[in-house]
Nanobody
Framework: QVQLVESGGGLVQPGGSLRLSCAAPGSIFNVNTMGWYRRVPGKERDLVAT???????SYGDSVKGRFTISRDNAKNMVYLQMNSLKSEDTAVYYC???????????????WGQGTQVTVSS
């Protein structure tokens, strides 16, 4: 069972910053694209940002210029630096990773348990 472990959520004032981290297990064969998604109650889960193993990034329109995704391939970790936070960024943030547990199994999409980010004064 692969578990993605997220950390870094919390309460922050508008205009503030937070950094989310997500760790995939070290004992896996390979990790491809990693990313962050978020969900507001009653709405669909939305893309925040993704990053390939080669470092190519993609962002949702609402976070471009404010959020930065990065990763450490040696540690199987992905990060989300969130700056200039707005109240509408309030959501549960989920880590996602395409993982090949061993060389003889297919790629599979895994999700973290989610971490709450609340932007409020």
């Amino acid at each position: 069972q692969v578990q993605l472990v997220e950390s870094g959520g919390g309460l922050v004032q508008p205009g503030g910053s937070l950094r989310l981290s997500c760790a995939a297990p070290g004992s896996i064969f390979n990790v491809n694209t990693m990313g962050w998604y978020r969900r507001v109650p009653g709405k669909e889960r939305d893309l925040v940002a993704t990053i390939t193993s080669g470092g190519t990034t993609s962002y949702g329109d609402s976070v471009k210029g404010r959020f930065t995704i990065s990763r450490d391939n040696a540690k199987n970790m992905v990060y989300l630096q969130m700056n200039s936070l707005k109240s509408e960024d309030t959501a549960v943030y989920y880590c996602n990773a395409q993982i090949k547990v061993t060389s003889w199994v297919p790629w599979y999409n895994y999700w973290g348990q989610g971490t709450q980010v609340t932007v409020s004064s």
